[in-house]
T-cell receptor
Framework: DQQVKQNSPSLSVQEGRISILNCDYT??????FLWYKKYPAEGPTFLIS?????DKNEDGRFTVFLNKSAKHLSLHIVPSQPGDSAVYFC??????????FGKGTLLTVNP | NAGVTQTPKFRILKIGQSMTLQCTQD?????MYWYRQDPGMGLKLIYY???????DKGEVPNGYNVSRSTTEDFPLRLELAAPSQTSVYFC?????????FGSGTRLTVV
């Protein structure tokens, strides 16, 4: 039972354009959601988060949107840069501080 | 500020051998976690701890044991290594400063 789903295993975009990574969830008890970026041979690094009471959070080039009724969130990267090429994981968390991760989406930004 | 430190970075084990993956954090976080990541999959929680002396099972605990004698350290023990435990293991901690991962231990069981 996958509580967090990232249905696109990969995404390729051109430098300067927008990257949109999507995530769906089934667990209504998640209090917050996070996006992590992972380069090969490194641990995941925190990118941006959003509380379940908000519908948008923005940090520089990164914006996360949350649609609770659709149980869907998305990460927008504008403009995309080659250094953004990595695997992006969506995760949901609750009061017990445990995170449930999606399988990840490999983003490739082409120069 | 080292954050979360995992050792070793790589290890090859023979079936039936045992080993301990070390994890230490210097952020005074109460919560610590062990995840494994298999190819093409997300991270799955093995065990977690909400403070020294307290541990609990996650999603995939079979074949592993943990202990939490101090706030800083959260070692993961494999008693009888099996090929199914070939994976990349990540330790993490969380607290006021957020959720931080170590750089991972790549374990191969042959």
């Amino acid at each position: 039972d996958q509580q967090v789903k990232q249905n696109s295993p990969s995404l390729s975009v051109q430098e300067g354009r927008i990257s949109i990574l999507n995530c769906d969830y089934t667990n209504s008890m998640f209090d917050y959601f996070l996006w992590y970026k992972k380069y090969p041979a490194e641990g995941p690094t925190f990118l941006i988060s959003i509380s379940s009471i908000k519908d948008k959070n923005e940090d520089g080039r990164f914006t996360v949107f949350l649609n609770k009724s659709a149980k869907h969130l998305s990460l927008h990267i504008v403009p995309s840069q080659p250094g953004d090429s990595a695997v992006y994981f969506c995760a949901g968390g609750g009061s017990n501080y445990k995170l449930t991760f999606g399988k990840g989406t490999l983003l490739t930004v082409n120069p | 500020n080292a954050g979360v430190t995992q050792t070793p970075k790589f290890r090859i084990l023979k079936i039936g051998q045992s080993m301990t993956l070390q994890c230490t954090q210097d952020m005074n976080h109460n919560y610590m976690y062990w995840y494994r990541q298999d190819p093409g999959m997300g991270l799955k929680l093995i065990y977690y701890s909400v403070g020294a002396g307290i541990t609990d099972k996650g999603e995939v605990p079979n074949g592993y044991n943990v202990s939490r004698s101090t706030t800083e350290d959260f070692p993961l023990r494999l008693e009888l290594a099996a090929p199914s435990q070939t994976s990349v293991y990540f330790c993490a901690s969380s607290g006021q400063t957020g959720y931080t991962f170590g750089s991972g231990t790549r374990l191969t069981v042959v």
